[in-house]
C-alpha cells in the first residue's frame, strides 16, 4: 500500500492547475549569488503573471514541501542521510561557503525551498492528469537520481513524480520525459535505466556537464546539439523530435523539462536561442501534447539569466493566449471544444516554425 501522503489533496477546483509557493526561493545572507543560478526566478515568475492579471495568489496552488516518507519512494535513506552533512549540499548546490553552514541553516535555507519545489512538481503531475495540463513554476532538478544529487539539483522530483503516478493514479502506466533543457538530465535517465515504462527524449548540448555517457544509454531519443545553435535549427530538431517520440510511443502522461538554459549568452548553456524561440519551444511541446490529448506537466528547470524569469512568463501568457491552457480548459478536461478548435488552427502552424 502506498504510503499516506498530503501532496495528492485536491486543491480547490477554482485553482489554475500552476503550482507554486514562496518558500521556493533561496535567500540567506547573499551566498545565493555565488551560483550563477537566479535564485529568486521562482517568485518573478509569479509576479510577472500577477501583474499581467493572468493568476492571484487565491488562484494558484500552494505547493506543499515533501517530506521524508514522500522523497522515500524514490530515494534511498542513505542519500537522504547524506544530506545532512553541510559539504555534500555544499557540493551538489556548486556553493562551496555552504559547506561552512550550521546544517539546521542549510535545511532551512537551502533544502527546505528544494523540497517544497520537489512537492510541488509530484503535485502537478496529479493536477496534469486531473485538469489536462499543469506547471510547476519550479522544479527540474533532472541531475538528481535516486542515490545522487549534482548540478543544484538535491532531489529528484521528476523520477519522484512519474513514480507517485504509477502507484496512485489508475490508468497511468506509460510517461514520457521530454528534457529540453541544455543540458543532459541524467538523474532521471539513471533512474529510468530499465524501466520500459519510461520513455526519454533529451536535447542537450553534447559538450558541457554532465557528459553522463551511462545514463546516456537510457535516452530512446538523444539530440545531440553543437556549440551556439541558434533558432532555425534548433526548433526544426524539437519539432520532428517531439512529434517522433509521441508517435512512437503514446504516453499517459509527458513530463516536460523546459529549461531556459538554452538562451543566447547564458554563462552554462553554451547554445543561443533567442527569448521567442523559447516562447516556440514550449508551444511546439504544448501543441503536440493537447493535440494528443495527453496530460502534461511542464517544470522549469535550468535558467541562469536574470531575465528568463520574464521569459517564462512570457511563454506561460503565449500559451494561455494561444487556449492551449486556460483554466475552463483545465477544469473541464483535454476533450474541451475550445482545445479541437486550436488543433484545427495550429495544424498548419506545426509545420511551418519561422519566427513571427
Known amino acids: 500500500m502506498p504510503h499516506r ?12 492547475p500552476i503550482v ?3 518558500d521556493y526561493n533561496i535567500t540567506f545572507m547573499g ?13 518573478k515568475v509569479i509576479n510577472f503573471l500577477k501583474e499581467e492579471k493572468l ?3 487565491d488562484l494558484i496552488v500552494q505547493a506543499r514541501e515533501a517530506t521524508d516518507e514522500d522523497l522515500l519512494v524514490v530515494h534511498t535513506r542513505r542519500y537522504l542521510n547524506k544530506l545532512k552533512w553541510s559539504f555534500v549540499v ?7 561557503p555552504v559547506a561552512f553552514l550550521p546544517n539546521f541553516v542549510v535545511q532551512r535555507q537551502v533544502l527546505k525551498p528544494l523540497r517544497t519545489q520537489t512537492g ?76 520500459h515504462r519510461v520513455y526519454i527524449m533529451d536535447a542537450y548540448n553534447r559538450y558541457i556537464y554532465p557528459g553522463d555517457g551511462f545514463a546516456k544509454r537510457a535516452i530512446k531519443r538523444k539530440v545531440e546539439l553543437e556549440w551556439g545553435t541558434e533558432d532555425t535549427e534548433y526548433l526544426q530538431k524539437v519539432h520532428t523530435h517531439v512529434e517522433g517520440a509521441l508517435n512512437e510511443l503514446r504516453p499517459d502522461i509527458i513530463v516536460y523539462n523546459a529549461g531556459t538554459d538554452i538562451l543566447d ?5 553554451g547554445l543561443a536561442i533567442s527569448p521567442q524561440g523559447i516562447v516556440k519551444r514550449d508551444e511546439v511541446v504544448f501543441k503536440a501534447a493537447r493535440r494528443r490529448r495527453i496530460p502534461i506537466l511542464m517544470v522549469t528547470s535550468g535558467g541562469y539569466q536574470k531575465r528568463t524569469a520574464r521569459i517564462i512568463a512570457d511563454s506561460i501568457l503565449n500559451l494561455h493566449n494561444l487556449g492551449l491552457i486556460d483554466k ?29
Open 328 to 356: 475552463e480548459l483545465a477544469t473541464s478536461g483535454a476533450g474541451n471544444p475550445k482545445v479541437e478548435q486550436m488543433i484545427k488552427d495550429s495544424v498548419k502552424d506545426l509545420t511551418n516554425l519561422s519566427l513571427q
Open 55 to 57: 493568476i492571484a495568489d
Open 120 to 195: 510541488g512538481t509530484i503535485m502537478a503531475g496529479k493536477l496534469a492528469v486531473d485538469r489536462g495540463w499543469a506547471i510547476n513554476v519550479g522544479g527540474g532538478f533532472h541531475h538528481c537520481s535516486s542515490d545522487k544529487g549534482g548540478g543544484f539539483c538535491a532531489y529528484a522530483d521528476i523520477t519522484l513524480a512519474i513514480k507517485f503516478l504509477f502507484e496512485r493514479v489508475q490508468g497511468v502506466s506509460k510517461a514520457t520525459i521530454i528534457d529540453l533543457d541544455a543540458h543532459q538530465g541524467n538523474g532521471h535517465e539513471r533512474d529510468f535505466m530499465d524501466d
Open 265 to 269: 549568452g547564458d554563462p552554462l548553456g
Open 5 to 16: 501522503t498530503e501532496l495528492y489533496e485536491d486543491p480547490p477546483s477554482a485553482c489554475w
Open 31 to 43: 551566498l545565493e549569488k555565488l551560483h550563477p543560478f537566479d535564485a529568486g526566478k521562482w517568485g
Open 90 to 96: 555544499a557540493t551538489i548546490t556548486e556553493i562551496p
Open 20 to 22: 507554486y509557493s514562496p
